[in-house]
């Protein structure tokens, strides 16, 4: 598991503390978000790892999991600054 993985893991398993979530469990499958959650993850992912996600990133599969939230800050950051 990556240091990304870890904080995404420990946002989520901070709201649900009982709930046993590995990285690649799909969060919306499981039933874990709803659309305030799910904003609050991505403004989560914004402030943590010093990204902004285009709208055009702002897709379901780029936050089911630990996993693909943890690709997405990747190719973010990856992804030249425009001016």
Do not use: H
């Amino acid at each position: 598991m990556t240091d990304t993985q870890g904080q995404i893991l420990g946002f989520v398993r901070d709201r649900y503390p009982q709930a046993e979530i590995t990285e690649s469990q799909d969060i919306f499958a499981l039933g874990f978000v709803n659309s305030l959650f799910a904003m609050e993850l991505v403004m989560f992912v914004e402030k943590t790892f010093g990204v902004t996600i285009p709208n055009e990133e702002l897709r379901i599969d780029n936050f089911r999991t630990a996993t693909s939230m943890s690709e997405l800050v990747t190719r973010l950051l990856a992804e030249p600054a425009v001016a």
